[in-house]
């Protein structure tokens, strides 16, 4: 851009995509740093979100059935007990895989 403006124009960036169409790119503003930091919070929110994931399609726990907390924390509790069995079922089976 010629002249003024402010400084979050200047940062944007086109990419051309079809033929007289733009797409514009955000501003990185946290480069590499900021990208390799959150690294290790990545990882671990991608294994709960995962197990919760198994937990509700696999074993259908997504409404509470019971009335108390009691019930309810024990069929949490024993779900999230088979859940953790269900994710490593092939490397307690070692080798045998099913076809």
Do not use: C
Not at 10 to 19: P, W
Not at 73 to 98: C, D, E, H, K, S
Request: avoid cysteine; hydrophobic fraction near 45%.
């Amino acid at each position: 851009m010629a002249g003024g403006g402010d400084g979050l124009q200047q940062n944007v960036q086109f990419l051309l995509g079809q033929i007289g169409m733009q797409r514009a790119r955000a501003p990185d503003f946290g480069g590499a740093w900021a990208r390799s930091n959150r690294a290790p919070a990545r990882r671990i929110r991608a294994r709960v979100e995962h197990s919760i994931g198994v937990i509700k399609r696999v074993f259908g726990l997504t409404k509470v059935r019971y009335r108390g907390l009691a019930k309810n924390g024990n069929r949490v509790f024993v779900t999230a007990a088979l859940a953790n069995i269900f994710l490593v079922r092939y490397t307690l089976l070692g080798a045998v895989r099913p076809l």
